[in-house]
């Protein structure tokens, strides 16, 4: 099983740090959320845990540090579900989760009917069967956000990166995918790491709670301990109540005007 | 209801547009065989390229003189048409693949402006003819590998967008050595305005046997990417997220494709709007899938240019149009009914 660690990561564009020495580590079938106001650095980290950016310090998958594996390797232990996937014009649902396939796949090799039947059971089970056949760039945007996670579960990755998988979701199927990767990660024992602009459901998910504020990490543990109406107002600039629940906090957007 | 049972198969790979492609080639090799001016039996010049075929031997019944016309000059000449018309129509839906562009055809990185300028160069130097081919495949390598030598300066992991843009710059600058040459040689401007607007050899099978092992090269590196450049519809980004090195992938296609587009150019000059709208008719007929799509556009290719290249030589008694002056003719209103009577593709 391979769990995920780095230390002090750091990550710049042009010059302008992003990510300011960050430090975690997740066993595998934990869940950490990632949770920060925008521009944070949540989806910079993501990428450079990914391998897609270059990235200074040290991350490690399992027993191998990313920068010395390759390209398929890396694909075949971690599976990124993007904030913004790129929707490719006229490709069907069944051949955009058959990408998921693609570290399997021999080089100069086509995917075989293991493949095809991997892809059937995923659509299956993210009750996308229906649309198999449809261009993904005809889906609704919920239905979209269900063929890419598609695509990232077909990829039998056992690092799953979540890039605010529920923004497109109605309320029944946002709890219907966290759900459901909740249940793959205890059966399958995956790494789950997601940004979650939802403190409810990120409380309610993680294990553990990770905010981010301009790069660098400000507090991580337990969502109780991280979500507290203070920290949220101080770093979001919200006003919130937060609930103590035994299923974990609730956070609250109250108005105070009107 | 048990995943195995499902009646879902993988999307077929659907045999209709490549039937239908391989069809029109075949109507459209036959057309050029058949018609002429030299008024040869049609009948008879099919039997005496029969005869050709090893181990069939046939009498057509022709003159000696007719069989050289339809053995040294249409069969050739067809059959050039279709090996250019297939590499540039293939090498254009290979560069639109990789940079996700549908304005993307096989003259992207300079290969038009750098063959131009290889050719102006033998021309107005009074070289041999025979030097046009090689300065204009030289000039056309050299641009693209110029084009990606400036992409690289910030670093090799660099976009498609900056290749492309690279290549504008180099096109620009080579068009413009070029418009110079010709500007201080006045004297041939007819002959490399003739270039320029394309023509197929009449030099028999020459051009031919120069051609193939480039063609046949750049095909099968483009087939071997196929499934590559399906994943590089996702973007750069995610296809290396899911174990596809997107730079090698676009190495390798552009690699494959500048070669057969620099020797078809060098053998034909110019021609115009094949590598552009082919594979866009090709890709509403068959999807985006680059499995079906490079094949189709292979035949299609060749039964384009293979049916320009019949109306360039019989449409206007007494001379020749330049078969670049018909593919835009004929290719930009073709492209355009296409385009407004398609439907959206909604499934
Ligand atoms: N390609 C880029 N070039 C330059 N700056 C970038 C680039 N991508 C992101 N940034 C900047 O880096 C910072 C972090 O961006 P990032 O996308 O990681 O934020 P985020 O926490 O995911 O925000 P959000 O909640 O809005 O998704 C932002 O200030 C952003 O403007
Ligand atoms: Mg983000």
């Known amino acids: 099983m391979t769990g995920v660690s780095c230390r002090g990561v750091t990550a710049r564009?042009?010059?302008?740090?992003?990510?300011?020495?960050?430090?975690?580590?997740?066993?595998?079938?934990e869940w950490l959320v990632v949770v920060g106001p925008n521009g944070a650095g949540k989806t910079t980290l993501l990428r450079a845990l990914?391998?897609?950016?270059?990235?200074?310090?040290?991350?490690?998958?399992?027993?191998?540090?990313?920068?010395?594996?390759?390209?398929?390797?890396?694909?075949?232990?971690?599976?990124?579900?993007?904030?913004?996937?790129?929707?490719p014009d006229g490709v069907t649902v069944f051949d955009y989760v058959m990408l998921g396939r693609t570290p399997y796949i021999p080089y100069w090799g086509?995917?075989?009917?293991?493949?095809?039947?991997?892809?059937?059971?995923?659509?299956?089970?993210?009750?996308?069967?229906?649309?198999?056949?449809?261009?993904?760039?005809?889906?609704?945007?919920?239905?979209?956000?269900?063929?890419?996670?598609?695509?990232?579960?077909?990829?039998?990755?056992?690092?799953?990166?979540?890039?605010?998988?529920?923004?497109?979701?109605?309320?029944?199927?946002?709890?219907?995918?966290?759900?459901?990767?909740?249940?793959?990660?205890?059966?399958?024992?995956?790494?789950?790491?997601s940004t979650l602009h939802d403190l409810?459901?990120?409380?309610?998910?993680?294990?553990?709670?990770?905010?981010?504020?301009?790069?660098?990490?400000?507090?991580?543990?337990?969502?109780?301990?991280?979500?507290?109406?203070?920290?949220?107002?101080?770093?979001?600039?919200?006003?919130?109540?937060?609930?103590?629940?035994?299923?974990?906090?609730?956070?609250?957007?109250?108005?105070t005007r009107g | 209801m048990s995943a195995a049972t499902l009646p879902l198969g993988p999307p077929r790979p659907r045999l209709g547009p490549v039937v239908v492609s391989v069809g029109v080639l075949m109507v459209a090799a036959f057309g050029s065989l058949?018609?002429?001016?030299?008024?040869?039996?049609?009948?008879?010049?099919?039997?005496?390229?029969?005869?050709?075929?090893?181990?069939?031997?046939?009498?057509?019944?022709?003159?000696?003189?007719?069989?050289?016309?339809?053995?040294?000059?249409?069969v050739p000449r067809l059959v050039l048409a279709g090996l250019v018309g297939a590499t540039l129509a293939g090498s254009g839906a290979a560069y639109q693949g990789v940079f996700r562009n549908?304005?993307?055809?096989?003259?992207?990185?300079?290969?038009a402006a750098g063959a131009g300028l290889g050719a102006t160069i033998a021309i107005v130097s009074g070289l041999p003819t025979s030097t046009i081919p090689p300065l204009a495949f030289t000039g056309a390598v050299v641009a693209v590998v110029a084009a990606f030598g400036l992409a690289s300066l910030g670093g090799s992991r660099r976009s498609g967008a900056t290749?492309?843009?690279?290549?504008?710059?180099?096109?620009?600058?080579?068009?413009a050595m070029q418009t110079y040459l010709q500007q201080q040689h006045a004297d041939t401007i007819r002959q490399v305005f003739s270039w320029i607007l394309g023509r197929l050899g009449t030099t028999g099978w020459g051009d031919v046997r120069t051609l193939v092992p480039y063609a046949v090269v750049s095909w099968l590196v483009l087939f071997a990417y196929r499934r590559h450049l399906d994943v590089m519809a996702v973007g750069e980004e995610e296809a290396s997220t899911l174990g596809i090195d997107p730079v090698r992938v676009r190495l390798m296609v552009v690699a494959g494709a500048t070669l057969g587009a620099a020797a078809a150019v060098a053998v034909s000059g110019l021609i115009a709007f094949v590598g552009i709208i082919v594979p866009h008719i090709v890709r509403l007929a068959t999807g985006p899938s680059h499995r079906v799509l490079l094949?189709?556009?292979?035949?299609?290719?060749?039964?384009?240019?293979?049916?320009?290249?019949?109306?360039?030589?019989?449409?206007?008694?007494?001379?020749?149009?330049?078969?670049?002056?018909?593919?835009?003719?004929?290719?930009?209103?073709?492209?355009?009914?296409?385009?407004?009577?398609?439907?959206?593709?909604?499934?």
């Open chain 1, 110 to 193: 086509m995917e075989g009917p293991a493949d095809r039947q991997r892809v059937t059971t995923v659509l299956e089970r993210l009750d996308l069967l229906s649309f198999a056949g449809r261009t993904v760039s005809s889906l609704s945007g919920g239905e979209r956000q269900r063929a890419v996670l598609a695509r990232a579960l077909a990829q039998d990755a056992s690092i799953l990166l979540l890039d605010e998988p529920t923004t497109a979701l109605d309320l029944g199927h946002q709890q219907q995918v966290l759900e459901l990767v909740d249940g793959l990660r205890r059966e399958a024992g995956l790494v789950v790491i």
């Open chain 2, 102 to 111: 549908p304005l993307a055809d096989p003259y992207l990185l300079g290969v």
């Open chain 1, 200 to 255: 409810t459901f990120a409380a309610q998910f993680g294990d553990r709670v990770l905010l981010l504020v301009a790069g660098e990490v400000i507090a991580e543990g337990r969502p109780g301990q991280v979500l507290r109406a203070e920290v949220v107002s101080e770093h979001f600039g919200a006003t919130v109540e937060v609930i103590e629940r035994p299923d974990g906090p609730v956070v609250l957007p109250v108005r």
């Open chain 1, 50 to 87: 990914a391998g897609v950016i270059p990235a200074g310090g040290d991350i490690v998958l399992g027993d191998q540090k990313l920068n010395q594996m390759r390209r398929r390797e890396v694909a075949a232990r971690v599976a990124v579900v993007p904030q913004t996937p790129v929707v």
């Open chain 2, 163 to 175: 290749l492309i843009l690279s290549g504008v710059a180099v096109a620009a600058f080579f068009t």
């Open chain 1, 13 to 29: 564009y042009n010059g302008a740090t992003v990510l300011s020495g960050v430090d975690l580590a997740v066993r595998p079938g």
């Open chain 2, 34 to 74: 058949v018609l002429g001016p030299a008024g040869v039996d049609p009948w008879r010049a099919i039997v005496e390229v029969l005869d050709h075929i090893p181990l069939v031997s046939l009498d057509s019944g022709l003159s000696s003189q007719e069989a050289a016309i339809v053995w040294q000059i249409r």
């Open chain 2, 295 to 347: 094949p189709v556009s292979l035949t299609g290719g060749a039964a384009f240019l293979m049916t320009a290249d019949l109306v360039a030589r019989t449409v206007q008694s007494g001379g020749e149009l330049p078969i670049g002056v018909v593919t835009a003719f004929v290719g930009a209103p073709f492209f355009a009914f296409i385009l407004a009577t398609r439907r959206e593709v909604s499934a």
